[in-house]
């Protein structure tokens, strides 16, 4: 037992300070990264560009890594209809629909009405653009509305609802289907006791405690930029 906790102390620090080693070198190995995956098609590069240029918190466009992530799990799973809550400025829909059948179609809702007019623009920069569906509103009033099964969710909204959409999602997703929710690591605070009192920080503890739970869902969490759960509805 004594040379057990010896090991496990020994690995648990070397974990820690490897985290703190790639946190420090965290642009150059993104830039290392990034030089070293599928490049992003021109139209993604002006989103990304425009969006940093004439939209408010840039950051939360998807970006290079987890947009070709999504793009691969969309063309993974080869979905024929996908559901996203929270569309930003379009870049995310437009990856998924990569992989999208060819008949199929992703349906986007944006809570935003100002940032209308940006997306359907920037959906139109995309021969893709076509299989996208907006629909502007809160998505716990829309997604009720909705008809049909998905094979494939993408949660990235407002964090302190996570749970209720989550519930909201459910029954919409098939058996076998996939919902993947961004942001749930939230730089770290979702495991930091500074934040304890921060709601968007106990709204994704309690996300992935509720994920964690559930006996009819099987997840992973991975360290993909702020945070990616790939949630397997069983």
């Known amino acids: 037992m004594q040379n057990y906790n010896f ?11 490897q985290a703190k080693c790639q946190k420090k070198m965290g642009i150059e190995l993104l830039d290392y990264i ?12 002006r989103i990304t560009h425009d969006t940093h240029v004439n939209v408010l918190n840039p950051h939360m466009l998807s970006g290079h890594l987890q947009g070709r992530f999504l793009a691969m799990m969309s063309r993974m799973i080869g979905p024929k209809r996908i559901l996203e809550l929270g569309t930003f400025t379009g870049y995310s829909a437009l990856c998924m629909a990569e992989g999208l059948a060819e008949d199929g179609v992703l349906v986007t809702i944006e809570h935003n009405d100002e940032l ?4 359907r623009a920037n959906l139109s920069l995309s021969p893709l653009g076509r299989k996208v569906e907006l629909r502007i509103g809160d998505a716990k009033q829309v997604v009720p509305t909705l ?21 909201l999602v459910f029954d919409k997703v098939r058996a076998g289907g996939w919902i993947i929710a961004d942001n749930t690591l939230w730089d770290g605070h979702v495991a930091d006791a500074k934040y304890d009192r921060d709601k968007q920080t106990l709204g994704l503890r309690a ?28």
């Open 207 to 234: 996300f992935n405690d509720k994920v964690h739970d559930d006996n009819r869902l099987e997840n992973v969490i991975l360290p993909i930029r702020d945070g990616l759960s790939i949630i397997r509805k069983k």
């Open 34 to 45: 990034e030089s070293h995956i599928s490049a992003e098609p021109e139209a993604l590069r």
């Open 147 to 167: 008809e049909g099964a998905f094979d494939m969710v993408f949660i990235d909204a407002d964090k302190r609802e996570y749970c209720e959409y989550l519930d």
């Open 7 to 17: 090991f496990w102390i020994f690995a648990r620090k070397n974990v820690i300070l």
């Open 116 to 119: 209308e007019e940006t997306i």
